[in-house]
């Protein structure tokens, strides 16, 4: 393709090179966009948000998949939505953090059933789609 360019002279190969570069920004343009968080996720997490501010323990189950994934030392793999409710106030805690913080896409589950995050100074909540519907899935204290 070089060879092509180059019988145009130096004008071409200019413009072959802007639109190499143009293309490439595009791509990484895409990948960067394939990073935001989906909108429904965007609206299922302000709901979520706002559940915990509220300490409405029934709206955050209704967020929740069950059995919650839980990886806090010293505790039970998952929480079953009955045990759910003491957790509330935990999470109550967290609602400016779970309001504010950015959606991440998790790094470990990309390749898998990609999952996103909020971070919370060491308190980590995921989420992820479940039956077509975005939950909360996942539960992880990293500072432990």
């Not at 190499?20 to 302000?46: E, I, K, N, Y």
């Not at 409710?85 to 898998?112: F, H, M």
């Not at 919370?120 to 204290?141: S, T």
Request: charged content about 20%.
């Amino acid at each position: 393709m070089v060879a092509r360019v180059e019988r145009f002279g130096p004008a071409a190969a200019s413009v072959f090179s802007a639109l190499s570069l143009a293309s490439a920004l595009g791509v990484a343009t895409q990948a960067l966009a394939d990073d935001r968080a989906p909108p429904a996720l965007v609206a299922m997490r302000a709901a979520f948000a706002a559940a915990a501010k509220a300490k409405d323990g029934a709206g955050l189950a209704a967020l929740t998949a069950f059995p919650l994934a839980n990886d806090v030392y010293g505790e039970p793999r998952t929480v079953a939505k009955s045990a759910f409710p003491g957790r509330v106030s935990e999470y109550a805690q967290l609602a400016a953090c779970l309001a504010k913080e950015p959606l991440t896409a998790d790094a470990e589950t990309a390749r898998t059933a990609k999952l996103w995050l909020v971070e919370c100074d060491g308190i980590n909540f995921y989420f992820g789609l479940r039956d077509g519907q975005w939950r909360h899935v996942k539960f992880a204290n990293v500072n432990e």
